[in-house]
């Protein structure tokens, strides 16, 4: 066989594919959420998952979705995907960079998405789209300017046997 394989993935499934592995990370037993920042040279800049902050352990903090107080519950305490990959980042800007991301950010993430300098998010889902946090987060980014489009899944099945 001569020439180059026809069958490799694109640059949106490979990016795609990174934060949804990154997401198999987190322990939340409910949501995982991936995260990938990609330069404009398609290089992976950062990554992140839903979780805990340094420090604060998976066994003494709560992971219960719902509790008569929300001390009780995950909220208060998970970063979320989308933050950590902007924190995780150590390499200066990210201005103009793409991130791609599981699960449509929350209007918190949308903040430090375009406060960070993230032009365009790729999401897989949109499972909240009429929750306040996403209309708010989808008003916010076209009035900074932030371009989103939902990941079209191909028919492609990558399996991983570790």
Known sequence: MSGKREDY??????FMGVAM?????????????????????????????????????????????????????????????????ILNYRGGTLDGTKLYVSLFPCNECAKAIIQSGIKTVVYAVDKYKDSDSVVASKRMFDAAGVTYYQYQSSDKTIELHL
């Open 21 to 85: 592995l990154s997401g198999r990370r987190s322990k939340d037993p409910n949501t995982q959420v991936g995260a990938c920042i990609v330069g404009a040279d398609n290089r992976i800049l950062s990554m992140g998952y839903n979780g805990f902050p340094n420090g604060c352990s998976d066994e003494e903090f709560p992971w219960d979705r719902e509790s008569d107080k929300t001390l009780k519950t995950k909220y208060p305490y998970v970063t979320h995907g989308e933050l950590n990959a």
């Open 9 to 14: 993935i694109t640059w949106d499934e490979y």
